[in-house]
């Protein structure tokens, strides 16, 4: 017995080789990173378990049942950027140790495919630690029910996410192939995501506030400017990102 | 027609150390290149240099008609890569490492049953990959190099870990008979030397000697493993 493989469907595709586009090629590395994800466990219950950890921690540290304001921002947004940080020290690894990138540069799809796949890949993470982590947080460390606002934390937490994804995703390609990753990465991650840090502090400040405004008068006030600036911050590291990823794959 | 692959005066260095030192050597359409050397010769280097994957530090490289590094992108899926490492994802199983390769190359889901049953994985394609033994991955390894049909073959020890029955079994996707451009590595100088069109003697990164295969003797031989 011996191998044969019909080469008549493919045959076309001999000295032109098209590949299947940025998304649909981003799409299908999105689906394995998220089946491998399910499989292994490598990733998103660890950032669970850190963050819930961290919030019992401030309860304890702070020595106070219930926060508002700033303080309350401040503590949800930093027990979630270290969460993040869990995940943008391995987002790559599996690349680096299985040949996934020299398998990506030998097919016929741009390696911004990649770069769109891990950024969504860790905007779902963060979106899952979140379902998880701010009942949690509610419950520990906050003064009053978040529920009336909660169109409003979705909202800054959705842009924040996308920050810390696009940022994240650049870092991790960045310093995945270093033996000092897990030090060179948070040294590079947290002073670039400052400005996010602050917008999303900033922005849910006043929503976590012991009288918080309604969501349109925290949109005419503080909020609507805030969320520009998440935007924007968003739409500057997405478009630096988009230019530099090629060339972070390549020797 | 002009040549698969031309190299002239290639080097590649990593940080001060040199791999290769100046290889020169052309393969037309079709012709096998076997690369012989003791370990440490620079043969996977040069395999990946080839590929795309690693840009010459000097000299000039043309694979497939693309000028390396700079046209590099004009290779991507034209070049069939079989490594010591696999290159698939170790918790997937054969079956969605092809699915993602057939994606990726825009091939439709019927191919992976195709390259399944060429390379004879079908009865362990639901397996996750780390279960596999190793020859039972390096079949999957070459299907996941030739799902594309790609016109030049880069075959680095490609029968390691495979048995007799195996080797025989892949023959016609990347032995001679597939007719495609190859160029291959091997640790058993005879069996590349049946293969071969061309041989490379590399030693320590330089080119001992560039001969037509049927003029590599006892002698040559000896001298590039002394």
Redesign the interface.
């Known amino acids: 017995?011996?191998?044969?493989?019909?080469?008549a469907?493919?045959?076309d595709?001999?000295?032109e080789?098209?590949?299947?586009g940025t998304l649909?090629?981003a799409a299908?590395?999105l689906s394995?990173e998220l089946?491998?994800e399910g499989?292994?466990t490598e990733l998103v219950p660890g950032m669970v378990l850190f963050v819930l950890s961290a919030f019992v921690v401030f309860h304890f540290a702070l020595n106070r049942g219930a926060l508002e304001g700033d303080l309350a921002a401040g503590v949800l947004c930093v027990a979630l950027l270290f969460g993040a940080l869990l995940a943008v020290n391995r987002l790559f690894v599996?690349e680096l140790e299985?040949?996934?990138f020299?398998?990506?540069?030998?097919?016929?799809?741009?390696p911004a495919a990649l770069f769109l796949a891990k950024t969504a890949a860790l905007f779902i993470y963060l979106c899952l630690l979140e379902l998880v982590g701010i009942p949690a947080y509610a419950l520990l460390l906050l003064a009053r029910n978040p529920v009336g606002v909660l169109g409003g934390v979705v909202g800054v937490l959705a842009l924040t996410n996308l920050g810390i994804a696009v940022l994240g995703g650049l870092v991790s390609a960045l310093t995945v192939r270093s033996r000092a990753r897990e030090l060179l990465a948070p040294l590079l991650f947290l002073p670039l995501l400052l400005p996010l840090l602050i917008g999303a502090a900033s922005a849910l400040s006043p929503l976590l506030a012991g009288h918080a405004p309604t969501i349109g008068r925290w949109l005419a006030s503080t909020g609507g400017k805030w969320l520009t600036v998440l935007g924007l911050y968003d739409l500057i590291f997405g478009l630096i990102a988009s230019a530099l990823f090629d060339f972070l794959l390549?020797? | 027609m002009p040549p698969a692959v031309e190299l002239a005066g290639v080097s590649r260095l990593f940080g001060e150390r040199a791999v290769l030192r100046r290889v020169s050597f052309t393969v037309d359409s079709g012709q096998t290149l076997a690369i012989l050397g003791p370990n440490g010769a620079g043969k996977t280097t040069l395999l990946k240099v080839v590929?795309?994957?690693?840009?010459p530090s000097q000299g000039r490289a043309t694979v497939l008609g693309a000028q390396l590094?700079k046209e590099?992108?004009q290779l991507?899926?034209?070049?069939?890569?079989v490594?010591h490492?696999?290159?698939?994802?170790?918790?997937?199983t054969p079956r969605?490492n092809l699915a993602?390769?057939c994606?990726?190359?825009?091939?439709?889901r019927?191919?992976v049953e195709?390259?399944l049953e060429?390379?004879?994985a079908t009865r362990f394609a639901d397996r996750p990959v780390k279960e596999l033994s190793r020859g039972m991955v390096q079949r999957v390894a070459v299907g996941?190099a030739?799902v594309?049909?790609?016109?030049l073959l880069l075959l680095d020890e490609p029968q390691a870990n495979l048995d007799p029955r195996a080797r025989?079994?892949?023959?016609?996707?990347v032995g001679k008979e597939s007719g495609r451009t190859r160029l291959l590595t091997s640790h058993d100088p005879e069996g590349a030397l049946r293969e071969a069109d061309l041989v490379l003697g590399l030693r320590s990164g330089s080119p001992v000697f560039l001969l037509q295969a049927d003029a590599v003797g006892r002698r040559e031989l000896e001298e590039l493993y002394r």
């Open positions: 017995m011996s191998a044969t493989l019909p080469q469907k493919a045959k595709r001999l000295e080789p098209r590949g299947p649909s090629a299908a590395l394995v089946k491998l499989r292994t599996r299985q040949g996934g020299e398998a990506l540069l030998l097919a016929p799809v741009p390549e020797d | 590929a795309g994957l690693l840009g590094p590099r992108a991507r899926g034209r070049v069939g890569f490594g490492e696999p290159l698939l994802y170790r918790d997937l969605e993602l390769q994606r990726l190359h825009d091939l439709g019927e191919r195709e390259v060429a390379v004879g996941r030739v594309a049909c790609p016109p025989e079994w892949l023959e016609p996707l």
